[in-house]
């Protein structure tokens, strides 16, 4: 049995030592123990190797997350959550107000004039805003030729539901609770939002309820109170947004940044505020460039890029996110390396062994490449084009993040090593340390390889066998714990197959998306930035003045 036969043999001890069975080395299906599981539906990253950015992301930029794309569902939930609370202050009131119109109901029938007033809002401007919840639904009965609209989205998910842990985390609503009442300091937040627009659902609203139906002709006179498109400029509604999330009024306590994961949770409001600071002044620091997707990525990793003459700390933000932007390369070769080696198998049907796996991947790389050289080529003549030709080579980086070629999959990987390693080195951060070995799938681990002098296609192999055996093992824990079936691949008899199931089963590459394009987009939503017809960004007067009024706060 090879060494890494033996490394699944490991797998499955540990998963029957930890649930207290016997064991049977047979796969995951002939086990039987896979099979009450929910079959998961989806498989978003099931190569596993993007959960430590993903973790280390929601500590680094909390309150918001990557599908929570419409900053005015932050105010408008909050209004309709402060208004409903209004209504009903005594327990008396709350139960007749329950059996009026219950909690569930009033955030649906509110959701829906939301989505209706956002689409009619952009009827004549090319189609509404992205991330509007139940738009499908609102569509259909907009274009219907009824008079009255029924305020129902039909979605099973609200808008309340996904805002609500972004909600929580801005210490907006109170999510211990069941009914999520709104904090003492978010009550200034409820009230910005200006109900008088609301037109004829203003009465209603402050008596904490809505009706089942719309007229069609109200639509066009409410509908800019309710679109979630931006917020309105100068509004008290703009100001409270700004409040929240910069934390304004609040002390910075930061004494050792980015040291552990408890220190980032327990001072979340100091690093929300950090941030919403640093993305501002990455907006500054653009000059003209594009952001959005790799290209913001490109932006940091370029090292000429620093945070001078400006808080301390800021530097620091800028490194952590540099390591997000390194790990994002990382991620891209390595999901092209998996999705690759999961072609490979779908291609034989009874499965690859060890050697014949890394064989076939082999075989592979090397009839990917145009120059018969490249057979030769060795992983440090990889290292040396990273450090002469990609290296702080925005060019040359874009090309890597479109590209789909096995060598450059490799490339990204190095690349990610290889900028890491110069930031350690260069800023001496004790924070860099601990994200080295960040788990799963750590950069320790892999930087062993540079150092070897053996071929590209051998490392090619290597990695390849290596994304298998870390989505089998973070899919056994997984399930282990609780979670849907997410595997895709069994380790059989001493060979590597696709189970039955997932054939059809397509892997995505990790695209450059992260949570700071969450945060540009709710920039330009707040009036904090603008951006060109070529996604260039410049800051506004407002998103200026809070750089002062930040730089002030905490000088």
Known sequence: MCKNSFYILGVYLWYHSRNGKGINIMSANMIGWTGPIVSARTHIDPSGVQQASTNFQALLLPGMSTVTQRLRYISLLTAARFYRMKAAKTEEEQIRLEQQLTFDEYFHRFEALVAICSIHHHLQSGGAPSGIVGVQTMKVQLQSQDRKIELKTEVQKLAHSIYRGTLGNLHIFDTSESTDPLFEDAISLGKAWDIEQAGSF???????????????????????????????????????????????????????????????????????????????????????????NYLTLVNLLDSHVAMVNRHPVLNDEMIAWRWVAARTFFERGWTGVF?????????????????????????????????????????????????????????????????????????????????????????????????????????????????????????????????????????????????????????????????????????????????????????????????????????????????????????
């Open 339 to 555: 999705q690759k080696s999961i072609e490979i198998l779908k291609q034989k049907y009874f499965g690859l062994d060890a050697d014949e796996f890394t064989d076939q991947m082999r075989r592979f790389y090397l009839g990917q490449q145009d120059d018969e050289t490249q057979e030769n080529e060795t992983v440090e003549s990889l290292w040396q084009e990273i450090e002469e030709n990609i290296y702080n080579n925005r060019d040359r980086l874009k090309e890597l993040s479109k590209s789909e070629q096995p060598r450059d999959y490799l490339l990204c990987i190095l690349f990610a090593l290889y900028t890491t390693k110069r930031d350690q080195e260069a800023h001496h951060s004790s924070f860099l340390g601990r994200l080295w070995s960040a788990n799963p799938i750590p950069f320790s681990n892999e930087t062993l390889k540079v150092g070897q002098k053996h071929k590209a296609c051998e490392m090619w192999s290597e990695i390849a066998e290596k994304s298998l055996m870390e989505h089998f093992s973070i899919s056994l824990r997984k399930m282990s714990d609780g979670n849907p079936d997410s595997l895709i691949v069994d380790f059989d008899a001493g060979k590597w197959r696709i189970r039955d199931r997932a054939f059809d089963t397509q892997i995505a590459l990790a695209d450059g998306s992260t949570r700071l394009d969450v945060a540009l987009s709710w920039a330009l939503q707040l009036g904090l930035a603008k951006k060109s017809s070529t996604s260039a960004f410049e800051l506004t007067p407002t998103g200026r003045q809070c750089c002062i009024d930040w730089d002030h706060d905490h000088q």
């Open 202 to 292: 203003s009465s209603e609203l402050k008596e904490g309820v809505l009706p089942k139906y719309i007229d069609r002709g109200d639509i066009g006179k409410i509908d800019e109170a309710f679109c979630l498109c931006s917020i309105p400029d100068n509004s008290p509604e703009q100001a409270e947004l700004i409040r929240v999330l910069f934390a304004q009024g609040r002390p910075l306590q930061l004494s050792s940044p980015f040291a552990s994961d408890n220190e980032m949770i327990k001072h979340t409001t100091s690093y929300r505020s950090l941030a919403w600071r640093f993305v501002l002044e990455l907006i500054n620091h653009s000059q003209g460039q594009p952001l959005g």
